[in-house]
């Protein structure tokens, strides 16, 4: 049974339009991140998050933004789809603290912009 | 930019022991070692972890080498359901925010 969550599986929408991709997680997690994946390549980290009102950018740039207003959810927001968009975005949990920092992964959501 | 070393591809027969070999020449301290798989673009899937020590778990062992320049991802009894792409991920622990995911070892379990 997951433990994280996100909606949609799969999500088909025209160039323009706003999106927003819903990550949430029971399992009481301070950190969350944000990766994207195009098929048959690397994951790249866009955005992450400490906690409740903290958001960092990660490594690689991204046209997307997020908000950390509940610690169960993070979600990704495209002001403007594209389909340069059109990818796979993957979000993860861990725990903070002296123990390693094991990440959990939701299933992702297979974005297509047309 | 990852800071580790895997082949690209192996290959395995089913019931054989799989080694998925992982170069992190860099690693240092109190930096950790992870090993995570990815099965056809599903979530990443965590395996196994260590600092020092061989680690056993119910998935998989891994084995670092004394001067911790290297380790191996052992499955002992690799099945068609471990075909997936294997990311060795160091250094991380306490000090890192994130994981950086490579380019990985795609492992190919054939009957």
């Known amino acids: 049974e997951a433990d994280i969550y996100q909606t949609p599986r799969y999500l088909v929408i025209g160039t323009g339009k706003k999106i927003t991709l819903e990550c949430s997680q029971t399992?009481?997690?301070?950190?969350m991140y944000w990766y994207q994946q195009d098929p048959g390549m690397e994951l790249h980290l866009i955005h992450y998050?400490?906690?409740?009102?903290?958001?960092e950018k990660g490594d690689l740039s991204s046209e997307s933004t997020v908000s950390r207003i509940r610690t169960e959810h993070f979600p990704l927001t495209l002001e403007s789809a594209r389909p340069s968009h059109t990818s796979q975005y993957l979000c993860?949990?861990?725990?903070?603290?002296?123990?390693?920092?094991?990440?959990?992964f939701g299933s992702g959501t297979r974005l297509t912009v047309v | 930019d990852a800071k580790t070393t895997q082949p690209p591809s192996m290959d395995c027969a089913e019931g054989r022991a799989a080694n998925l070999p992982c170069n992190h020449s860099?690693?240092?301290?109190?930096?950790?070692v992870y090993w995570y798989r990815q099965i056809h673009s599903q979530g990443p899937q965590y395996i196994i972890h260590?600092?020092?020590n061989n680690e056993t778990n119910e998935m998989a062992s891994l084995i670092i080498t004394e001067d911790r320049k290297s380790s191996t991802l052992i499955l002992p009894h690799a099945t068609l359901r471990d075909t997936a792409v294997y990311y060795c991920?160091?250094?991380?622990?306490?000090?890192?925010?994130?994981?950086?995911f490579g380019k990985g070892t795609m492992l190919l379990v054939s009957p």
């Open positions: 993860a949990s861990s725990e903070v603290g002296d123990r390693a920092y094991g990440y959990t």
């Open positions: 399992m009481g997690h301070d950190k």
């Open positions: 998050s400490y906690g409740v009102n903290s958001t």
């Open positions: 860099t690693i240092s301290g109190n930096e950790y």
């Open positions: 260590g600092l020092k």
């Open positions: 991920i160091g250094p991380a622990g306490p000090g890192y925010s994130t994981l950086t």
